[in-house]
T-cell receptor, first 117, second 115 residues
Framework: DAGVIQSPRHEVTEMGQEVTLRCKPI?????LFWYRQTMMRGLELLIY????????DSGMPEDRFSAKMPNASFSTLKIQPSEPRDSAVYFC???????????????FGPGTRLLVL | AQSVTQLGSHVSVSEGALVLLRCNYS??????LFWYVQYPNQGLQLLLK????ATLVKGINGFEAEFKKSETSFHLTKPSAHMSDAAEYFC?????????????WGLGTSLAVNP
């Protein structure tokens, strides 16, 4: 299995530009998570989906951030307009949610390192 | 509310020495607890987790952790450090009862292994 795939791996953009991060979860997984990692705040859950439906987006910083999951094999996280404080590493993770919650494990992608100038 | 504290943002050990990474948690419900490892420029990988049952949990790469409810701790140990263990280690607690989806994360501990 190829694991969780994220693209791009690195993104440098200027303030005000739109940024789109992409994620392909592991085949067969039914849940997808977007995280942001910074030195100051550590790892933060932004949003997660179950069966392509957003379940909890309380971690999304503000209206400039949006996430979609049009199908089971693809998700995007969009920032519009981007700001320097959005600079961080963004991780996507996927898991299979079955009947036994204790059996669920999140598998992380390699991350997208975003720098907003 | 749930929270995680990792004591020591940087830990340095000699190759072959004991590794001890500390994690204390706060939870208003029976917790699920996790340790993840992050190698440079990579995503996080699950080392081990505690959900219910035996309080001593064994994970990959020779790591283990013990859930101590009275101390609200879940420290990670390995008897003998290897150079390949150098990485960032994260402790996490489930955000709600019986739910390991919305995890609350510690800030991480960077482990350096000296030859």
């Amino acid at each position: 299995d190829a694991g969780v795939i994220q693209s791009p791996r690195h993104e440098v953009t200027e303030m005000g530009q739109e940024v789109t991060l992409r994620c392909k979860p592991i085949s067969g997984h039914n849940s997808l998570f977007w995280y942001r990692q910074t030195m100051m705040r550590g790892l933060e859950l932004l949003i997660y989906f179950n069966n392509n439906v957003p379940i909890d987006d309380s971690g999304m910083p503000e209206d400039r951030f949006s996430a979609k999951m049009p199908n089971a094999s693809f998700s995007t996280l969009k920032i519009q307009p981007s700001e320097p404080r959005d600079s961080a590493v963004y991780f996507c993770a996927s898991s299979f949610k079955g009947e036994a919650a204790s059996q669920e494990t999140q598998y992380f992608g390699p991350g997208t390192r975003l720098l907003v100038l | 509310a749930q929270s995680v504290t990792q004591l020591g943002s940087h830990v340095s050990v000699s190759e072959g020495a004991l590794v001890l990474l500390r994690c204390n948690y706060s939870s208003s419900v029976p917790p699920y607890l996790f340790w993840y490892v992050q190698y440079p420029n990579q995503g996080l990988q699950l080392l081990l987790k505690y959900t219910t049952g035996a309080t001593l949990v064994k994970g990959i790469n020779g790591f283990e952790a013990e859930f101590k409810k009275s101390e609200t701790s879940f420290h990670l140990t390995k008897p003998s450090a290897h150079m390949s263990d150098a990485a960032e280690y994260f402790c996490a607690v489930s955000g709600s009862a019986g739910n390991n989806r919305k995890l609350i994360w510690g800030l991480g501990t960077s482990l350096a292994v000296n030859p």
